[in-house]
């Protein structure tokens, strides 16, 4: 870092700067302020020293970084083999170390300023020597360019601030303190320097000068990243000073922790009293505030033991020197809303999860966040606003529920929605559904198959957002309160480490969670999310990534909903390390992905532990299928692409006439009444983001179909979303939408729709010209909702292709 000092208000304005013209520092000034009047000083003393922070107050104004671009200058007419000497900056000498070691005979002189020594040739007309200058300090003194850019490191800069007397910048974030120590015992310094630390203060520059006519003691020069407020900062480190005074006033940044601006200093005596209020004390205030977002309900299982495992998280925080603050957000139960109204709620709630986190975090100023979750959408909601703040956080996956047992077999909640269709078909009676009813959900968890819940779980292991080994965890198991405790105490280490998610979040995660989505057959729902998430974090991210990603990854993990195995069977086979180390031998995982735990994911793989004979994860030499689970389609009736999951056993290809249905609640009663046939094709439509709206899953279609004996032998198109507990060749998300005026909208009941998984086509069996003239006739239906929420999500909601988002 090199200073400029920018002289008086007047115009034209004037900027002192080291060293002469043609210097990097000139061109940083002009940079900085093109019309001033350079004033060039021969010494950094003369324009700058660190007694003057001393004297005044001195705001940074601005800030100019330049790219080193060092070339090498002679004398008119003298040629490389002539010359003896080369004069430059130190600084400069070293950063040409390489070019300078192929000359031979040739010695090196510093002098005070790269175009210094270009002057000193100039002025002495010397024949045999060169300078180390830039492009400018040749014209400047008229030097010829005997070779560019022969700096050892393109990528180097030199960076200035412009300081002046004038009042700092609006968002200033760096000040620079200035102390002394009046004791000489042991830990001074240290103790001096600790109250930034524990205010999660940045310190970023640390120097030292001896004080003026007593050189045995020092003056100490800190560089802090905070809002200015000198007066404040520094009366922290006065003996017997209130730690409780750090730090300065200014907004959540979004790209770090900043408790210290809610709660120190007179002015927020207010706040700390309100926090006393309710237990916290100065104490607590005093270390970095940890919050908690819970998504409990006791509104089913998924999230209903939240609340206990928080009690854990917050004893970890505690005993690793944070302070935990919990509150709620909301979230919407995808089992019990199913097939109904309620349903529109859930992917909404997406959205209001993620908001909601964002929200209590940026008014609190959270240093780190801990986001329990469980049910299916408040898992990607929360990965969304932690990606969203970027602040240290950890994601803890409350667990699967175990296997309920009925009439001697393990069953899942999927049995009971593929029950009500064969009770519907005559082919289970009252008593066989109620056994069903009572005896699938055996107590607090998410939904035990490889459904929307695991599939997220398992996205945010190999994202890297939580801990590896953490999700498959059973939700009643007692290693989960130790699981949580431990996510308690990791959330400090990424506060003091300052690891934040989208430094854990990249695009090879992005790809990781894509594999292990297709190699265990996971929910379609799996796209929505990952595409979502990606956009919060700031990666670019298309359709087209899950085909390239699952054509490479083998379905390896025999899970429910296609397959025989669990959640709970998961984990006693090794749970997601096993997979992560299949997939690093096969050689589609990104080793290198770091994750909360600081190891990367090749690390966590090595430490897979797998029980001899398990069956649940297949070995890479015996694969459900090559290839994994998750299909991309396109064609006329999908030109933004549709999602379908392939699991083992269902048929790559379909073609049929299409029974058209505008929502689920017709197309349900439809299987019901026996409408619905043996090789057709049923389109549900009007059930996207915009034109649910709310995107419903279709769960109670396609577990009717399945009831009726009729998951083999139909096809579903919609342009709503499929529950993970979904099976058969469903195709969903297809975009654009009904409501939005996609070719779904055209489709009539008759027509030839082909569902070909082979060739990733969709497509209706008409021409384009008909399909043309079909979507000009067409006329939009009105909207369901006028005000509230879900017509606010309507009116702002994005295509499925595109994450169904609204922000």
């Given at each position: ?771 043309r003239a079909r979507l000009a006739a067409w006329q939009p239906p009105p909207p369901r909702f006028q005000t509230g929420v879900m017509a606010k999500y309507a009116r702002l909601v994005s295509s499925a292709a595109l994450g169904a988002v609204t922000g």
């Amino acid at each position: 870092m090199v200073a400029f000092v920018v002289l008086g208000e007047s115009r034209p304005m004037r900027i002192a700067y080291q060293g002469e013209p043609g210097a990097y520092s000139e061109a940083a000034a002009l940079t900085f302020a093109p019309a001033a009047e350079p004033l060039p000083c021969r010494t950094f003393e003369d324009v700058f020293n660190y007694d003057l922070l001393v004297e005044h107050e001195l705001p940074i104004v601005g800030e100019v970084e330049l790219k080193v671009e060092h070339c090498l200058l002679a004398y008119p007419g003298v040629a490389l083999e002539d010359i003896r000497v080369v004069h430059s900056h130190p600084q400069a000498l070293a950063q040409c170390e390489r070019f300078l070691s192929s000359l031979t005979g040739v010695n090196l002189e510093a002098v005070y300023d790269t175009a210094g020594g270009a002057k000193l040739i100039r002025e002495g007309e010397l024949r045999n020597a060169a300078a180390i200058a830039s492009r400018r300090a040749a014209e400047v003194f008229q030097l010829d360019v005997l070779r560019e850019g022969i700096q050892d490191f393109d990528a180097n800069i030199t960076r200035f601030f412009a300081i002046a007397r004038s009042s700092a910048v609006e968002g200033a974030d760096k000040t620079s303190v200035v102390f002394a120590l009046e004791g000489k015992e042991p830990g001074s310094l240290f103790k001096a320097l600790s109250v930034f630390a524990l205010r999660n203060i940045n310190l970023t520059k640390l120097e030292s000068r001896p004080i003026r006519g007593r050189p045995w003691e020092y003056m100490f020069y800190a560089d802090i990243a905070v809002p200015r407020d000198v007066s404040r900062v520094a009366r922290t480190i006065e003996p017997g000073a209130d730690p409780g005074d750090a730090g300065g006033d200014g907004p959540m940044s979004t790209n770090n922790g900043s408790a210290f601006i809610v709660t120190p200093g007179p002015n927020r005596a207010g706040a700390r009293s309100m926090l006393k209020a309710v237990g916290f004390t100065d104490d607590d205030l005093r270390r970095p505030l940890v919050g908690i977002a819970n998504t409990w309900i006791e509104i089913g299982p998924c999230n209903y033991h939240l609340r206990d495992l928080a009690v854990h998280v917050k004893r970890g925080v505690r005993e690793a020197g944070g302070t935990p603050m919990e509150f709620n957000t909301v979230s919407i139960s995808d089992g019990i809303t199913m097939g109904t109204p309620g349903m529109r709620a859930s992917l909404v709630s997406r959205e209001v999860i993620a908001d909601s986190i964002e929200l209590v975090a940026r008014g609190n100023g959270f240093d780190a966040i801990v986001a329990l979750v469980g049910c299916d959408k408040t898992i990607p909601g929360a990965v969304m606003a932690l990606a969203r703040l970027d602040v240290p956080g950890v994601v803890l996956y409350g667990g699967s529920i175990a296997p309920g047992h009925v009439d001697g077999r393990d069953v899942t909640i999927q049995d009971v929605y593929e029950a009500i269709g064969a009770h519907a078909a005559g082919a289970m009676d009252d008593k066989g559904l109620r056994r069903l009813e009572d005896g699938a959900c055996p107590g607090a968890g998410a939904c035990g198959g490889q459904f929307t819940a695991n599939t997220m779980a398992a996205v945010c292991e190999f994202l890297g957002i939580s801990a590896m080994g953490s999700a498959s965890v059973p939700a009643v198991d007692p290693a989960k309160a130790t699981v949580a405790y431990e996510v308690g105490k990791l959330a400090m280490t990424l506060q003091r480490g300052h690891v934040t998610p989208r430094r854990i979040i990249t695009r090879q995660a992005i790809e990781n969670a894509i594999a292990v989505v297709a190699t265990t057959g996971g929910s379609t729902n799996a796209v929505l999310h990952l595409l979502a998430i990606a956009r919060e974090a700031g990666i670019e991210l298309d359709l087209d990534v899950f085909n390239t990603v699952s054509a490479r990854v083998p379905l390896l993990a025999d899970l429910k909903p296609s397959g025989r195995f669990v959640a709970t069977d998961l984990h006693k086979a090794g749970g997601m390390r096993v997979l992560a180390k299949r997939l690093a031998d096969a050689g589609v995982l990104h080793t290198s992905s770091p994750t909360v735990s600081g190891r990367t994911i090749g690390e966590e793989a090595a430490l897979a532990s797998e029980p001899p004979g398990q069956e649940v994860v297949r070995p890479l030499s015996d694969p459900i299928q090559t290839t994994g689970g998750l299909v991309i389609l396109r064609g006329n009736l999908a030109h933004d692409g549709a999602v379908v999951k392939m699991g083992g056993h269902t048929r790559p290809t379909h073609r049929g006439p299409a029974r058209v249905f505008d929502g689920e609640e017709a197309a349900f009663d439809a299987v019901g009444d026996g409408r619905i046939h043996a090789g057709d094709v049923v389109v549900i439509r009007y059930e996207g983001p915009r034109g649910g709206p709310g995107m419903r899953e279709m769960l109670a279609v396609t577990a009717a179909l399945v009831g009726a004996g009729l998951g083999e032998s139909v096809a579903l198109v919609t342009d709503g979303r499929f529950s993970g507990a979904t099976r058969g060749l469903m195709v969903g998300h297809d975009a654009p939408e009904a409501a939005a005026g996609g070719p779904i909208a055209a489709v009539r009941d008759g027509d030839v729709i082909t569902v070909d998984v082979t060739s990733r086509r969709l497509a209706v069996e008409i021409t384009d010209t008909e399909l043309r003239a079909r979507l000009a006739a067409w006329q939009p239906p009105p909207p369901r909702f006028q005000t509230g929420v879900m017509a606010k999500y309507a009116r702002l909601v994005s295509s499925a292709a595109l994450g169904a988002v609204t922000g």
